[in-house]
């Protein structure tokens, strides 16, 4: 085992993409002084284009800091941040999606708690989340929305079953894999946030559910479609 | 301005894997600028390197637990650079026969065999083959020793002086510093067609590199 066992196995294609330039002449013959003088010259303005440093691309720390930040599985220190390893213009891509998407998500978190119909089950007495649990509110709409995406935290719907009950109930056609699940405390009502996809780049359908949802108990919080 | 944290690369990534907050932001305070110019030198395109060097640390982060110290906390980052760099470029291949730079770079050949062209730095290195511009990018541009280029890529050190001898030959051409031997001289890619402004020059040995 090595440090870079991780690493092996894409270095070992660099002996070949290096080696295409390997099967030609050795180069110019270093003792020739006129030659020797010709490489000294090249090593000049090869160290004098390091020297001549471009800027590092402004806010690229900060990127940084989000992908770490969603890889540790914390939030990120400001804003809008993406999954790991996501390419930064990905991630701007997100950033307006997710903005898009904000006042719809804060009117749908406003309104969670009245959408109960009159004669849905009652909710179950679901154990309380763990902690960590996102807590949403209406004026944290990106963040909502954020806490899903790409995350596979299903809770009380983990197991398929279960998870393709729920779904069904909801009309979700049973292919439809989703595009992040969380835990949530939604105005202090514990849910399971679903993000669907809907075919659509940057529109979700954002469905959250009472954990004790099943087939003929959809036990809806909220549903809607965010993003443009 | 924050004090610099005295640790070596090796503390901090060990404090990290320990689970000390903040130890491996440290690590990226240290490196994501070089390894940026790594990247952006290696790919010429500001936004891949820019995703090249975020996916250096995601993957730093995912791995940290296995590093064992055998290398260089350094020679570790710039190894996973240079494989994302190198995944890059690979798809690039894969897409199409798209030029490094995302623009229309002159070849070796366009280079040679019009005598008057003088590239810039940055156009010559991009006209190189991959393994000869990385050898010579972290050698002659950014100062790192045979040894550590070598463990950095992941072969032997007389490839590494191979290489860089053969970059450094087609870079005089293209900057200018070497000129083709004569119209007739047959190799323009490598040596047996150039000379300097004097001398005699050794005949290629084709295929015949270490």
Known sequence: MTDDDHDLGDLGDLGDLGDLGDLGDPGPDPDDPAVAAALARTRADLAAHGAATPAMPAGLVGDIDRALAAERGAPSPEGVG?????????????????????????????????????????????????????????????????????????????????????????????????AGARQVVVDGRAGVLLVLPTGTAARFRLLVVDPGCAPGAPLTVSDTLVGR | MPEPDPRSDRELLAAHVAGQAGAFDELVRRYAERLWLLAFRTLDHREDAADAVQETFVSALRSAHRYRGESEVSTWLHRITVNACLDRIRRRRTRAAEPLAGHDLPTPRDGIDDHLTRLTVADALATLPDGQRLAVVLVDVHGFSITETAAILGVREGTIKSR??????????????LRPHDETGGNAGGAGGVQSTSGPIRPARRGGGP
Request: aromatic residues 0%.
């Open chain 1, 82 to 178: 993406g999954g790991p390893g996501r390419s930064r213009r990905v991630l701007v891509g997100a950033a307006v999606a997710l903005v898009a998407a904000a006042a719809v998500l804060a009117a749908v978190v406003a309104s969670v708690t009245a959408t109960d119909p009159p004669d849905a089950p009652a909710p179950s007495a679901a154990p309380l989340p763990p902690p960590g649990t996102p807590v949403l509110s209406g004026a944290d709409g990106v963040s909502a929305l954020r806490a899903g995406l790409g995350r596979a935290d299903y809770g009380p719907l983990a197991d398929p079953g279960r998870l393709a009950g729920c779904l069904a109930a909801h009309g979700v056609a049973p292919d439809t894999r989703p």
């Open chain 2, 164 to 177: 860089c001898a053969r970059a450094r030959g087609r870079l005089a051409l293209l900057l200018g510093h």
